[in-house]
């Protein structure tokens, strides 16, 4: 039964289902982690049925956190979309997205602090890799990336290095709309736009085309996946 004074909310399942029990999750959160035992007292709260969302959250917390990671993904775009970022410069551009990612998540540091604890742990490591890719792609199908080949991985690995860093970085600071790692995050990109200009470099030296031919050829033959990849692990959603 849903705690005293708690509205039952009653959603049929999927998104919204899941939408109730993570909003009444993250009061617990802080206290208790990304557990079954938040889960169960999430599910109570939100007056959900326990089947529908244990069939959900399968593998408890982790599914429960994995959840909340993919909906704020959905918040960033959403954010992102109702910006102007007409006349900035695109690693300005990528710059704001990483800042708009961390902003959706400012007053929840706490969770994300308890989430980035779980997914560190050795058994976890394959589902926060995914979060992370997820994040990289999120922020990159909303800055209009349509690369269908090898720089579409090499985009998204490069992005993933960068958001976690500036995520590590943020969780360890106290200031008000941390400017520290705004400026972190772009220390770091300034290093990835030189790279890549000492990369367009060595691409127009005949000499250095002729000796990475053979793997240039390979890598050109490299295309994105039709659909984000790996959908069908637990915990993550087509919605």
Do not use: C, Q
């Not at 990109?189 to 367009?200: H, P, V």
């Amino acid at each position: 039964m849903p705690a005293s004074g708690t509205e039952v909310a009653n959603p049929v399942g999927g998104k919204r289902l899941r939408a109730h029990v993570i909003a009444a999750a993250l009061p617990h959160v802080p206290f208790d982690g990304w557990t079954d035992k938040t889960l169960a007292l999430a599910i109570a709260e939100a007056g959900v049925d326990p089947a529908l969302a244990r069939f959900e959250f399968a593998r408890g917390g982790l599914d429960l956190l994995l959840a909340y990671h993919r909906a704020r993904d959905r918040d960033f775009a959403e954010r992102l979309a109702a910006l102007d970022l007409e006349g900035l410069r695109f690693r300005d551009k990528v710059a704001v997205a990483i800042d708009t990612r961390l902003d959706v998540v400012a007053g929840e540091k706490d969770a994300v602090r308890r989430g980035v604890a779980l997914l560190a742990l050795p058994r976890h490591a394959p589902e926060g890799a995914l979060a992370l890719w997820h994040t990289a792609d999120a922020i990159w199908t909303a800055l209009g990336d349509t690369s269908d080949d090898f720089n579409w991985y090499s985009k998204r690995a490069t992005l993933s290095a960068i958001y976690s860093s500036a995520l590590l970085y943020w969780l360890g600071e106290d200031e008000p709309g941390f400017p520290r790692t705004r400026a972190f995050t772009r220390r770091r990109i300034e290093d990835l736009m030189r790279f890549e200009k000492a990369k367009a470099r060595i691409g127009a030296n005949p000499v250095a085309r002729a000796v990475l031919s053979g793997p240039l050829r390979l890598l050109g033959r490299v295309r994105a996946p039709a659909a984000p990849p790996r959908r069908d692990l637990p915990g993550w959603y087509a919605d």
